[in-house]
């Protein structure tokens, strides 16, 4: 078998990306599902530079442009991703000898038939090596925008978007989670006693895993250092799923009561929906839906997975009405599509394909599935409206929207939510920020059908 160049996998992982037919995740988890046999310090290595040169991308163009005649953005698409990645491994990856950075990609370059351009990319990367120590930012005192774009690689008019709507400091914080490597959160089954929630935390960490508790739910728990979820004791039994606070928070938040009917509008890969399952433990009904098989397969892997069984699956756009989900819901869960900008720590390209005018199109998708489902809920029922973003207009806006659209009321939250948060709920509304809670970046509304 021939040998495998890591450094020219994720250069034509970055190559694809440019090209912005898929997000990250996806490429670089097909990149290391194809390339599985390699050993572990090798797949780490590529994961490892290719979320990280996406990552830092502003950053590093930002030094490639102190450093270069030739602009990153004259640059040709090669050459370009090739200084990327080959500086972040200067910059972010002191373990590897500035000598061998410089010598693969002037190897890589001439490899893929760009033998002009090696001595200027030997140059480039060996005058950044020798000058990486007295980098200069934007002055973070006459452009504080500027400073915290390079500083945190994010798009100036996100950063002022965020100053805006959440303060200053806030905006910082928050852009500083972005950018620190995020422990995966996991929902142990509630069934399981404290003695069992124990036993299975002391054989994750034998197994090298750093367990912590959630400081929000007696149930989540925050794992680092594990290599995959699938391989974890506990994970094929069904006594744990990955899932973020802010989304169990979801379904604390709606009161669900046993007996209840639930209908998840837009459900995959499951999560709130099998969280919902388990607080009717064995009563009532979940109705999952989404809107392609793809989803729904997801979901029902996740239902096998867990032996839950009281939901039941369906193929269902949410834009498109169903009657016999008419006034049938006592709790209506509304995932809605959004921006995503809750979620850049682990979707790193999000930041740089979203632009103003998105954040203001998916409002209207957003309107026509709550303007679609609304007649789901029975009177009395309780819609739990919720986004994986910061944007007032998706959020706050929304809510305030449906309210006076559809006749419905906020539901305080209070003594439904952690004491920790319970100051935050106003008027049936939490908005979590990264960096200033420990969650994803999310929203939920809890709106009561008069």
Known sequence: MAQINTREIVLDILLEL?????????LIGAALNKYDYLDSREKAFIKRVSEGTIERRIYLDYVLD???KTPVIKMKPLIR?????????????EHIPASAVCNEAVKLAKRRRFQNLQGYVNGVLRNIARGRENIVLPDREKDRTAYLSVRYSMPTWLVAHFSACYGEEACEKILQAYLERGAVSVRLDERLSEREREELSAVWEKEGVKVQRHPYLPYAFRLQGLSG?????????????????????????AGIRPGDTVIDVCAAPGGKALHAAAKLNGT???????????????????????GMGNVSVRVQDARVRDDSLVEKADVLLADVPCSGLGVIGHKQDIKYRVTRESL??????????????????????TLMYSTCTMNPGENEEMAAWICETFGLEPVDMKDRLPAVLAGEGKQGMLQLLPGVHETDGFF???????
């Open 18 to 26: 440019s090209g912005q037919t898929e997000y990250s995740n996806v």
């Open 66 to 68: 102190q450093y270069s």
């Open 81 to 93: 991703e090739l200084l990327r990645m080959s500086v972040y491994q200067l910059l972010f990856m």
């Open 229 to 253: 979820v699938h391989s974890l004791a506990g994970y094929r039994e069904g006594r744990f799923s990955v899932q973020d606070v802010s989304s169990m928070l979801v379904v604390e938040a």
């Open 284 to 306: 009532g009904e979940v109705i999952a839906c989404d809107v392609s098989r793809y989803k729904t397969d997801k979901i029902e892997e996740n239902l096998a997975r867990l």
């Open 360 to 381: 203001t199109e998916i409002q209207t998708l957003q309107r026509e599935i709550i303007t679609n489902v609304i007649d789901y809920i029975k009177p009395g029922g």
């Open 444 to 450: 939920l509304a809890k709106l009561r059908k008069k």
